[in-house]
């Protein structure tokens, strides 16, 4: 039986992880955390007497195996700090943690000898986009990476297609693409740049979580798409980290490193 606190539980994936705990005979929920959190969300939210709800990260007492992380870009590294100090192995589908602190959370699993998982996206759609794109990187150079989100999603890029950008730069040389004069007339309007691929955000009701990526060569064009229509694709990708995260010594990042 693995133990699991979900933090962000009142969130759309939070949500969505409640779910799948329910479900799972393997899973128990013990204990929710929010900063809004109160006794108010049990039955809000369908929570047993014994599932601990918390709203202050001081609070906390240790009583699961995995802390599983879906709550904002602002937060989450204190929160993934706090559960590898309390011996809690994370798993981590909230964007926006930077290389350095990827870096830095990585020393302290080792340091506590615990495994964990940071994945920028739990779907398989999108791991294979990444591995797909970093392949195609190798014959075609020049490219560039749109994604797009839905309207409240707080970080730009997505997790996602800076991900796909750094996989890709591991297969290709570092250029300009552009005419070399190339005048901007709109500030920012070429998207932002990492290592010469541009990577442009759209954010827009309606949306979830989608990305393409357009190779262009001379004479031909390559595009790679992949779209999630309901936040319930990414409970695969959940699940299996659930189940694999504890046979971990080390924190990974990306879900196609533990499939």
């Known amino acids: 039986m693995v133990k699991i606190l979900v933090a962000g539980f009142s969130g759309s994936m939070g949500q969505q992880v409640l779910q799948l705990i329910e479900k799972t005979p393997e899973f128990e929920l013990v204990a929710v955390y929010a900063p809004q959190a109160s006794e108010k969300d049990r ?3 369908n929570l047993k007497e014994t599932v601990k709800i918390y709203s202050h990260l001081e609070e906390i007492e240790r009583q699961a195996d995995v802390w599983v992380d879906f709550t904002t870009p602002t937060a989450v590294y204190e929160n993934v700090s706090f559960a590898l100090e309390h011996g809690m192995a994370p798993v981590v589908g909230t964007t926006g943690l930077t290389d350095e602190q990827v870096q830095t959370l990585q020393a302290l699993a080792q340091t506590k000898g615990l495994g964990g998982l940071v994945a920028p996206n739990f779907g398989m759609s999108a791991v294979l986009l990444m591995k797909f794109a970093k392949e195609a990187a190798k014959y075609f150079p020049d490219v560039e990476i749109i994604e797009m989100h839905h309207a409240d999603k707080k970080d730009a890029p997505s997790g996602t297609a800076l991900s796909t950008a750094k996989e890709i730069a591991k297969n290709r040389l ?12 709109l500030a920012n309007v070429r998207g932002g740049d990492y290592q010469g691929i541009k990577l442009h955000s759209v954010r827009l009701p309606g949306y979830v979580a989608h990305e393409q990526v357009l190779f262009g060569g001379k004479g031909e064009a390559l595009t ?27 924190l990974v990042v990306g879900l196609e490193n533990i499939l």
């Open 224 to 250: 790679i798409r992949q779209d999630s229509f309901e936040r319930s694709s990414f409970m695969g990708g959940v699940k299996v980290a659930l189940e694999k995260v504890l046979e971990l010594d080390q």
């Open 43 to 45: 039955a809000r939210y």
């Open 174 to 185: 570092p250029h300009h693409q552009g005419a070399p004069t190339e005048v901007e007339t």
